[in-house]
């Protein structure tokens, strides 16, 4: 069955710190990966998407994610997080032929200023 | 912008009662979700929808119902609600089978 587990559920950073969120799933077809991110108070919103091509993809605010197929993984990274980084953070892969997308559990992500 | 509006934020029903939760689109989008969203637990696929009248069970339908009469409608039902449907739900929609899901503000249930 399909399945996908993120590494840490609850992570506290200070400002200025690296992120590494680590997500990995378990279909071994055709897979499209996404990170959504959760904002308090907002509703569910597309960080960045993996369908094909460069295994390194961008997202918006200075996020990246790197696909990494043979370790089934699809780890979301930002080099220096800010205080409005704080959120909550889903991994979601996508079987490609059936289109059923699933989430991670998800990572609170607390930014300290 | 997809605009994906939920009738209802915050719901507080009795156990027993039937609850409906409405999700309407303004993108034309052929597919639509419900969500449940738990601490620790993610979010868990309850139905979804590729097109009008049409509907698939996710991966916990139990004690769930859904109705897609017309494309931007997709609405859930609890048809005797328990306490352990408490939960915040989410409605979704994408363009066609690979696109991303748009969210809506999600609507909060407490059945006492």
């Known amino acids: 069955a399909q399945s996908v587990s993120q590494h840490n559920h609850h992570v506290i950073l200070s400002e200025a710190a690296s992120l590494e969120l680590g997500c990995n799933y378990s279909y071994g077809g055709t897979v499209n990966l996404f990170w959504y991110v959760q904002y308090p108070g907002q509703h569910l919103q597309l960080l960045l998407k993996?369908?094909?091509?460069?295994?390194l993809v961008k997202g918006i605010k200075g996020f990246e994610a790197e696909f990494i197929k043979s370790k089934f993984s699809f780890n979301l990274r930002k080099p220096s997080v800010q205080w409005s980084d704080t959120a909550e953070y889903f991994c979601a892969p996508r079987n490609g032929n059936t289109g059923k997308l699933i989430f991670g559990q998800g990572t609170t992500l607390q930014v300290k200023p | 912008d997809v605009k994906v509006t939920q009738s209802s934020r915050y719901l507080v029903k009795r156990t027993g009662e039937k609850v409906f939760l409405e999700c309407v689109q303004d993108m034309d989008h052929e597919n639509m979700f419900w969500y449940r969203q738990d601490p620790g637990l993610g979010l868990r696929l309850i139905y979804f929808?590729?097109?009008?009248?049409?509907?698939e069970k996710g991966d916990i339908p139990e004690g769930y119902s859904v109705s897609r009469e017309k494309k931007e409608r997709f609405s859930l039902i609890l048809e005797s609600a328990s306490t352990n449907q408490t939960s915040m739900y989410l409605c979704?929609?994408?363009?066609?089978?690979?696109?991303?899901?748009?969210f809506g503000e999600g609507s909060r249930l407490t059945v006492l």
């Open positions: 979704a929609s994408s363009l066609g089978v690979t696109g991303e899901l748009f």
């Open positions: 993996y369908f094909s091509g460069d295994p």
């Open positions: 929808s590729y097109d009008v009248k049409m509907k």
